[in-house]
């Protein structure tokens, strides 16, 4: 059973930093394209961030500047620094994973989610 899961979420004033970490356990043979993807209430799931294992990355023009996405293979996580955060950043934010299941079959999985406030 492969899990993704979050951590790192909360509340924090406007200009201020997060830091969100996900790791994925369970039984895989590796793990592709991994990244992060926001909902905000009412508005549609957005894609904020993502990093091959190679460490290529690309971001929404929304966050460029402000967010880094990063990881680390040997511990299989992904983690999204948050910095200058506004308002507009509150969202749940979700990691998901590519992941080679076994040598024929890879799929995407996704964490459950967690919830980023910014409000002073």
């Known amino acids: 059973q492969v899990r993704l899961v979050e951590s790192g979420g909360g509340l924090v004033q406007p200009g201020g930093s997060l830091r969100l970490s996900c790791a994925a356990s369970?039984?895989?043979?590796?793990?592709?394209?991994m990244g992060w993807y926001r909902q905000a209430p009412g508005k549609q799931r957005e894609l904020v961030a993502t990093i091959t294992s190679g460490g290529s990355t690309n971001s929404a023009d929304s966050v460029k500047g402000r967010f880094t996405i990063s990881r680390d293979n040997a511990k299989n996580m992904v983690y999204l620094q948050m910095n200058s955060l506004k308002s507009e950043d509150t969202a749940v934010y979700s990691c998901?994973?590519?992941?080679?299941?076994?040598?024929?079959?890879?799929?995407?999985?996704w964490g459950q989610g967690t919830q980023v406030t910014v409000s002073s």
């Open positions: 369970g039984s895989f043979v590796s793990i592709g394209v």
């Open positions: 998901y994973a590519v992941i080679k299941i076994s040598f024929s079959y890879t799929t995407n999985y």
